[in-house]
């Protein structure tokens, strides 16, 4: 029933559109709520008091936040399509490469973009973490033949660092340094689900133009 699933969410979000990536996937019918960030509903600050952001998964009245965690509770609960896999070191594995780009590759995405003062350094991390991520990927995805969970939250590596490139100037994923990521990139954003879910890439750059003008002004 689509009114047991309820996702509050924000189309810019790489976080929430994770969450609609896993969800179509699985093909579960699901209530959308978009959010303003800038004046967030009441439902949702009822749903997620603590972070009061999006995205947050309600499921029969019980909401869960946090990307990740939502993702694993995905798929813990419809067992059609599984975005981890069964056996248990791999499944580790996932859950250590899904951590490493959050923990780890967004804080470095967001200085090398965002930040002035700490840009080069940013950017001379940021090219060395993803080189972790080219060695780790040896097939079309990293869940294998399929999309699984490091693809899905390596969205912003894939979709955002293009964009980014395009709005900052600053080009870091190029076909001469990461191959194997550039061409997991095509792929993935070129899934007919994914892409289904994904903002358009011009939709996103002047999203991105308009957050970087207000930080500049």
Known sequence: MAEEVKLFGAWGSA????VDIALKLKGINYEYHEEDLFNKSSLLIKYNPIHKKVPVLVHHD?????SQVILEYIDETWENYP???KDPYERAKARFWA?????????????AYWSKDEREKAVEELIELLKFLENELDDNFFG??????????GNIIAHWLPALH???GVEI?????????????HEFVNHS?????????EKLIAFLRDRLESRSS
Request: aromatic letters at 10%; hydrophobic letters at 45%.
């Open 144 to 153: 294998g033949e399929t999309v699984g969970l490091v693809d899905i939250v």
């Open 15 to 18: 976080f929430s559109l994770r």
């Open 173 to 185: 994923l190029t076909e001469e340094k990461f191959p194997k990521l550039c061409r997991w990139s």
């Open 83 to 85: 975005i981890l896999p």
């Open 166 to 168: 395009e709005v900052a």
């Open 193 to 201: 689900v994914v892409k289904e879910v994904l903002p358009s890439r």
């Open 99 to 111: 951590r490493f780009i959050d923990d780890k590759c967004f804080p470095a995405i967001w200085k």
């Open 62 to 66: 019980k909401p869960l936040a946090e």
